[in-house]
T-cell receptor, first 114, second 115 residues
């Protein structure tokens, strides 16, 4: 079946450090890939997405590239801020069908210190 | 505009009781999803509605769980004979259509605690 594996957290960084959160997936067909973020006290919201191989999703300085050959969608940011502290979820919606049921990873807690 | 809303925000109940959780999706969104999130885990799919019909209920854990969306807008998740293992945050999401690349907009969730 479909599954998503994220690097284990928590991740603690200093402000302006480089961030990578690894995400790999298993899926049939050609899934779409997403990163969702949950800020403290808020609901899940979409951060970025990619719908086909080699696409790069980007938003708020974050980027992730859909790598079909390595079944990966790693999240990166060149310089994190304290306001980036949140829980990050990698997710996929399976290809070959016409609806967007999401399969999520377990989440990675990011804490950024001043 | 208004986002996805869920009521109640918190629900505490006793083992064996019946509960209903409500979701108001974004107006005009045809697709509606329910997920369940346990502590320290990612959300897990429960059920998906396209319009009024449940197109996929494969994630419902057993027959104590049931959901409806009678007019294609508001949805209610119903849990009978609650068990302590049902304690979790129940999330509702909606999207304009049900394409695999469509963004889902999530509500704030209902935190269910079964004592």
């Amino acid at each position: 079946g479909n599954s998503v594996t994220q690097m284990e957290g928590p991740v603690t960084l200093s402000e302006e450090a480089f961030l990578t959160i690894n995400c790999t997936y298993t899926a049939t067909g050609y899934p779409s890939l997403f990163w969702y973020v949950q800020y403290p006290g808020e609901g899940l919201q979409l951060l970025l997405k990619a719908t086909k191989a080699d696409d790069k999703g980007s938003n708020k300085g974050f980027e992730a590239t859909y790598r079909k050959e390595t079944t990966s969608f790693h999240l990166e940011k060149g310089s994190v801020q304290v306001s980036d502290s949140a829980v990050y979820f990698c997710a996929l919606s399976r290809g070959g069908t016409s609806y967007g049921k999401l399969t999520f990873g377990q989440g990675t807690i990011l804490t950024v210190h001043p | 505009g208004a986002g996805v809303s869920q009521t109640p925000s918190n629900k505490v109940t006793e083992k064996g009781k019946y509960v209903e959780l409500r979701c108001d999706p974004i107006s005009g969104h045809t697709a509606l999803y329910w997920y369940r999130q346990s502590l320290g885990q990612g959300p897990e799919f429960l059920i998906y509605f396209q319009g009024t019909g449940a197109a996929d209920d494969s994630g419902l854990p057993n027959d104590r769980f049931f959901a409806v969306r009678p007019e294609g807008s508001v949805s209610t998740l119903k849990i009978q004979r609650t068990e302590r293992g049902d304690s979790a945050v129940y999330l509702c999401a909606s999207s304009l259509t049900s394409g695999r690349g469509d963004e889902q907009f999530f509500g704030p969730g209902t935190r269910l605690t079964v004592l």
